[in-house]
């Protein structure tokens, strides 16, 4: 069984092949799809550079507050030195002078035993009654508070 071969026709009197689609679409739809097409991009544009300055105004208002942190670490540093500065237990001592505070002179303390406040009739757990104390420390808050400064002025 012999073949024979098949003729093909004149390459240039061939038709060109179009794309379907594109072929069934008549200039309207073309053009409301190439419309369509360059919205579609020019949002994803528009979206883009909303992002990009909002990144930027974020940034902005970063550099801000950093700076005004590093103001404020200054300021309170500054405040603190001023604190420690006032608070200075000579400083102290003079300004104490300067208001006519002097040093007490012969303070005693005197401890009521329990059985002196018994023989008068006193309870101990009374109020208005200091707690007895068996060493010779101060009775009252601001016996402890005089006796506290005294020791900051270095006074015996």
Not at 16 to 45: D, E, K
Not at 119 to 136: E, I, M
């Amino acid at each position: 069984m012999a073949t024979t071969p098949v003729p093909l026709p004149n390459p240039t009197t061939l038709p060109r092949p179009r794309l379907a689609t594109i072929a069934t679409l008549n200039t309207a739809r073309l053009a409301g799809l190439v419309l369509l097409a360059v919205l579609v991009l020019g949002g994803a544009c528009l979206l883009y550079l909303n992002l990009a300055a909002s990144v930027a105004a974020s940034s902005t208002r970063l550099n801000d507050l950093t700076k005004e942190r590093r103001l404020l670490e200054w300021q309170k540093a500054d405040r603190e030195r001023e604190l420690a500065q006032l608070t200075h237990p000579d400083r102290l001592e003079a300004r104490a002078q300067e208001l006519g505070f002097r040093p007490p002179r012969g303070v005693t303390y005197v401890t009521v035993s329990p059985d002196v406040l018994a023989a008068l009739g006193a309870k101990t757990s009374a109020p208005g009654v200091a707690p007895t104390h068996t060493d010779n420390a101060p009775s009252s808050v601001w016996d402890t508070v005089k006796s506290q400064f005294n020791r900051w002025l270095k006074v015996p």
